[in-house]
């Protein structure tokens, strides 16, 4: 009878049973590595270099390191393959999310080709400090404005007894030089006049003295900022279209121009006098009325005067940052009135004018009628002279008087 053969038996046992087991002694695993922090601080600051060292004692003749692990309490780990007894992991600290107890192991390979973890190292403690609080930043008048205005930026710090130093102004994370003002706990960025080259989000930060070095707080919230062209002129036109208008018929004036984000205003000129509804001479334009349409703004006649031509135009303001920032004005548009009577101004003088009218065709009436009257009583006493044959004798004395 044949003999069973275990060897088929003994070539399974390294994958039924595991190499290394928990019932393994502890002699069997690789002792745990040294661990320390360069440098060793108590205290670190964000943007600080730290690097982790980890150090495998002499391993046996027969073992071979392959590399090491390094873990952090916040969840992380990094692994670094080194034939090396040692290695090192140097890590930028961003805040105190990188902050807790690190430690580290390696591992080695035996002879026989089993692979053996080392217990961890001890853990060292990476104390990280918060970044000083963000400033506010504030922008005077408006976020929003036209090229050309001013800007005047605010940076201020958070009450605190550190000292404070370097503001920084950035837009776009492009750090903005000139026109810096610092001050006690804040600083100020003026812009004279303002250009495109202004539009973007702005933010500031500064540095405060903490463990003896100055430290980059965090930024600010973002300060949209946008610089818009500068308005052009309003276009005006009147109906009728030709400009030439009947008095008494009805005149309107449209003045309009792009609608913007900004409260605006309309003017409008009379041969370079301002009209407005409420403040016009006398009553010529009392019935005027100042309509606000989706594009602009209409100045109606419903009953243009007589003698109330003229050169018209209209200006736009826009209201940026409190202030009434003046467009240039519309170009001119000739109004004609023909026809009618003059303006009530006129009709006071007109009983004056006509009865000084009446007055003169009187007197020259009068005058006329006793020239025509004194040549008829001078031609009827006339002597007209003696013909031949005439008697003398026959004369009176008055005849001869009035002939004299």
Do not use: K
Request: proline fraction near 12%; aromatic fraction near 6%; glycine fraction near 10%.
């Amino acid at each position: 009878m044949a003999q069973p053969s275990f060897l088929p038996l003994l070539a399974s046992l390294p994958i039924l049973f595991p190499l290394v087991s928990p019932s393994d002694p502890p002699d069997l695993l690789p002792p745990a590595p040294n661990i320390s922090l360069t440098p060793p601080r108590p205290l670190f600051l964000p943007g600080d270099a730290v690097s982790i060292l980890c150090s495998a004692p002499p391993p046996p003749p027969a073992d071979r390191i392959q590399g090491f692990r390094f873990t952090g309490t916040s969840g992380w780990s990094s692994d670094v393959r080194t034939p090396r007894r040692d290695s090192a992991l140097t890590v930028v600290l961003a805040g105190p999310g990188d902050a807790g107890f690190h430690s580290c192991s390696y591992t080695v390979l035996r002879r026989g080709g089993r692979v053996l973890h080392s217990p961890p190292s001890r853990a060292v403690l990476i104390d990280v400090r918060d970044r000083p609080t963000q400033p506010n930043l504030t922008v005077t008048p408006s976020g929003r404005t036209v090229q050309g205005q001013p800007l005047l930026f605010l940076c201020a710090a958070p009450p605190g007894p550190a000292p404070r130093r370097r503001f920084r102004f950035l837009r776009e994370e492009l750090e903005v030089s000139g026109g810096v003002t610092e001050g006690s706990g804040s600083a100020r960025l003026s812009v004279e006049r303002s250009g495109r080259n202004q539009t973007g989000n702005f933010s500031c930060s500064y540095e405060e003295m903490a463990e003896g070095r100055w430290v980059v707080s965090y930024p600010s919230e973002a300060v949209p900022v946008v610089v818009e062209e500068p308005c052009p002129p309003p276009v005006l036109w009147a109906e009728p279209e030709s400009g030439v208008v009947a008095a008494g018929q009805r005149l309107r004036l449209t003045c309009s121009a792009p609608r913007r984000r900004f409260r605006r205003r309309f003017r409008f000129f009379r041969d370079g006098a301002e009209l407005a509804p409420n403040d016009v001479t006398d009553d010529v334009i009392d019935e005027v009325t100042d309509d606000v349409i989706e594009d602009g703004s209409q100045l109606v006649f419903p009953e243009i005067p007589a003698g109330f031509s003229g050169n018209f135009s209209c200006r736009l303001e826009e209201e940026v940052g409190g202030a009434w920032v003046e467009a240039p004005p519309s170009e001119g548009v000739a109004v004609v009135v023909v026809g009618g009577f003059p303006p009530s101004s006129d009709f006071e003088l007109l009983p004056l004018v006509i009865g000084g009218v009446v007055g003169v065709a009187l007197l020259l009436l009068a005058i006329l009628l006793a020239a025509w009257i004194c040549r008829r009583r001078r031609g009827g006493s006339r002597w007209r002279g003696l013909r031949p044959g005439d008697d003398t004798g026959t004369l009176r004395m008055g005849d001869l008087e009035a002939a004299a």
